[in-house]
Nanobody
Framework: VQLVESGGGLVQPGGSLRLSCAAS????????MSWVRQAPGKGLEWLSY????????DYADSVRGRFTVSRDNAKNTLYLQMTNLTTEGTGVYYC???????????????WGEGTQVAVSA
């Protein structure tokens, strides 16, 4: 199982980024997927989930209306479109397999290594 995130970088407040997560080593299309963020010095924060077929999504209140999760099962790729970013969006963004990959503050299941996002003027 391999998950590789990309697309992170430095962005100004109010800006946008699109993160990608390339999946391999498992049947991507049968798994729900999630995005999780870890801000500097803080714990893991679940951000979003998408069902295996892409028909169902959910978001944390902190990002609802600004972030959009999607997937392309033909390309084995998960996406997170982030708009109107704030400085609180700074952190490492992970993709993870399954709907609830954070249990008692710890990583559960398959995770990528993360991609760094910095929101700063």
């Amino acid at each position: 199982v391999q998950l590789v995130e990309s697309g992170g970088g430095l962005v100004q407040p109010g800006g946008s980024l699109r993160l990608s997560c390339a999946a391999s080593g498992f049947t991507f299309k049968i798994y729900d997927m999630s995005w999780v963020r870890q801000a500097p010095g803080k714990g893991l924060e679940w951000l979003s989930y998408i069902s295996n077929g892409g028909l169902s999504t959910d978001y944390a209140d902190s990002v609802r209306g600004r972030f959009t999760v999607s997937r392309d099962n033909a390309k084995n790729t998960l996406y997170l479109q982030m708009t109107n970013l704030t400085t609180e969006g700074t952190g490492v963004y992970y993709c993870a397999r399954n709907r609830s990959p954070v249990v008692a503050g710890k990583k559960v299941g398959a995770w990528g290594e993360g991609t760094q996002v910095a929101v700063s003027a």
